[in-house]
């Protein structure tokens, strides 16, 4: 079956320009994942989706990162008014909870930014 | 101080060798630890997860987890060339187990 997509793969913006990266997450994965992966650092966690709601956000960086799910399926990450620093791979990830057993993350293959 | 802390290499080894992977973390709640495996452009992939402490075997691939220690391994036996890829560790907290922190990899090149 299909696994988690993401669009654009790749995306060179301007320095301001705002962005939206998009997350199609494997059917019926109630849970969704945000990461971003910069070079020689490891996937950083940005935000949790179960369904529609976020519990947990703590990860965006700024108030210039915000996210939304709809539908309990697709995801978007916008990101306004880009900065260099902001340069990285964005990562997606979905899976079923399983009532505090662990459970395996699928990921998607990235959308690679680049600000100029 | 970063929650994970992972050498980042490069590891290069010659085909067949056995590969040692390791992790150590600060935060002595973590129960659940995660090796997963990136090719290149790829996301990552799991590999091999355990629970608390222990050793767990699947195939060519040996987990193991010290929590006195706080420190985690993979072992890779009889390394093949299609091994070659960014290996990470994560981990989580069983009160916050959607949370994973991840280390930043380790890259490892098997030469046929």
């Known amino acids: 079956g299909a696994g988690v997509s993401q669009s654009p793969s790749n995306k060179v913006t301007e320095k301001g320009k705002d962005v939206e990266l998009r997350c199609d997450p494997i059917s019926g994965h109630t849970a969704l994942y945000w990461y971003r992966q910069s070079l020689g650092q490891g996937l950083e966690f940005l935000i949790y989706f179960q369904g529609n709601s976020a519990p947990d956000k703590s990860g965006l960086p700024s108030d210039r990162f915000s996210a939304e799910r709809t539908g309990g399926s697709v995801s978007t990450l916008t990101i306004q008014r880009t900065q260099q620093e902001d340069s990285a791979v964005y990562l997606c990830a979905s899976t079923i909870p399983n009532g505090g057993a662990l459970y395996e993350q699928y990921f998607g293959p990235g959308t690679r930014l680049t600000v100029t | ?112």
Do not use: H
């Open chain 2, 1 to 112: 101080q970063k929650e994970v802390e992972q050498d980042p290499g490069p590891l290069s080894v010659p085909e067949g060798a056995i590969v040692s992977l390791n992790c150590t973390y600060s935060n002595s709640a973590f129960q659940y630890f995660m090796w997963y495996r990136q090719y290149s452009r790829k996301g990552p992939e799991l590999l091999m997860y355990t629970y608390s402490s222990g050793n767990k075997e699947d195939g060519r691939f040996t987990a193991q987890v010290d929590k006195s220690s706080k420190y985690i391994s993979l072992f890779i036996r009889d390394s093949q060339p299609s091994d070659s890829a960014t290996y990470l560790c994560a981990m989580s907290a069983i009160e916050n187990f959607n949370k994973f922190y991840f280390g930043s990899g380790t890259k490892l090149n098997v030469k046929p």
